[in-house]
């Protein structure tokens, strides 16, 4: 693959991403902000602990999130010992791509390609990936009724509540797709060879008898460790479950401490379900990181939230939530991805293509 040409596939995600966030958030800004914004700001006593509390709670959430990538790696191959440390950094490393492509579906291929280098099959890695994958909607599944009862008395979200229903549709249909490709992994081969067929010239350097040879062994592989962890780790899959909880509630807390740094209520039941309804929102495949979109989400849930008395602070709100639980995770990821890849645009299929095959997942 073109080294220009890669690195352009990056960069282009990555620059539609931050100019729509940027932009949305001028344009609510535009709209929010004016000489009343300024005064008020002017007499409430901005507490900047709480801001400096909900940084660290993100910081937190990307500790927590390699904890439960550390059980479930683990759990998957008992020859291959992942570290803490290095399960944190895998977390961080993945967070560039996640914050540039839709669904943050990105961050999937970097966090398999480095449990791969540690020493993890594919199979295996893909299993420990979409195995978070597959906790973290049954969480949010669980959790929509309650959002949605909790908002009930809501009425004007508009388009933010055909967002949500989209999300719970798409996020169900993966769910039943995932858990076909575990029970019928022979139709999943069939799937994948039929698509490497379609998609031959991508891979020009291997015989097609090696392709299909490596599907089947990673598709096995897959199949097995899935099955094994389900089976026999069931002690691993309750501790990722109690992880994913606790990891989850920590990033939903963030908008309630800006929210008491500005001088308002924290609304610290009603922010957690918002932020259940607008994960849900940012899953769709719309745009790049979700950007745009995930700005106008926050603007109609906390808008309803916040209320016209302090309705003129909500930009400002935006702005400082989505620089802790975007940007700031846009930056760390680009930092570690540019230690380990050498290159912030590096990262391509070509380099997925290595990995060693005489790994065992057992």
């Known amino acids: 693959m073109n080294k220009n040409k890669t690195s352009k596939t990056v960069k282009i995600p990555m620059i539609i991403s931050i100019t729509l966030s940027i932009s949305i958030i001028i344009v609510i800004l535009f709209f929010t902000v004016d000489a009343k914004t300024l ?14 509390f909900a940084i660290f709670l993100n910081i937190l959430y990307w500790i927590l999130w390699g904890a439960r990538l550390k059980i ?15 399960s944190i950094k895998i977390v961080i490393a993945n967070l560039f791509l996640a914050c540039i492509t839709p669904s943050m579906a990105g961050g999937e291929p970097v966090r398999i390609y480095l449990l791969n280098k540690n020493g993890m099959t594919y199979g295996c890695a ?20 309650i959002a949605l009862f909790i908002f009930k008395d809501v009425k004007d979200l508009g388009v933010v509540s055909i967002g949500l229903t989209i999300g719970v549709i798409i996020f169900i249909m993966l769910i039943l797709l995932f858990i076909y490709s575990i ?3 022979s ?5 994948l060879i039929y698509l490497s067929k379609k998609f031959r010239r991508f891979f020009k350097k291997e015989s097609e008898g090696k392709i299909i040879q490596r599907i089947n062994y990673e598709v096995d592989e897959f199949h097995k460790s899935m099955h094994c962890f389900t089976e026999q780790n069931k002690k691993s899959l309750f501790l990722a479950s109690i992880l994913t909880v606790i990891f989850w509630s920590v990033g939903f807390l963030i908008p309630s401490f ?6 308002l209520p924290p609304f610290f039941l009603e922010s957690y379900v918002a932020q259940i309804i607008l994960l849900v929102i940012i899953m769709l495949p719309l745009t790049p990181g979700s ?6 989400s926050l603007y109609g849930l906390y808008g309803v939230l916040i209320g016209t008395s302090s309705s003129t602070l909500i930009g400002v709100f935006i702005i400082l939530h989505r620089f802790i639980s975007f940007h700031m995770n846009l930056i760390a990821g680009a930092i570690f991805q540019y230690r380990i890849f050498k290159s912030v645009a590096s990262f391509s299929m070509e380099v997925l293509k290595k990995h060693d095959e005489n790994s065992e997942c057992k």
């Open 187 to 191: 139709k999943t081969k069939a799937f």
């Open 39 to 52: 005064d008020q700001l002017s007499r409430i006593s901005i507490k900047y602990e709480f801001f400096l």
């Open 291 to 296: 950007s745009g979109v995930a700005e106008v």
């Open 183 to 185: 029970i019928n992994p």
């Open 258 to 263: 800006i929210l008491l740094g500005l001088g």
């Open 126 to 145: 893909t299993a420990a990936v979409l195995g978070e994958r597959l906790i973290d909607g049954i969480f949010i599944l669980i959790m929509i009724p």
């Open 72 to 86: 479930l790696a683990n759990a998957m191959d008992k020859n291959v010992k992942i570290s803490l440390l290095k």
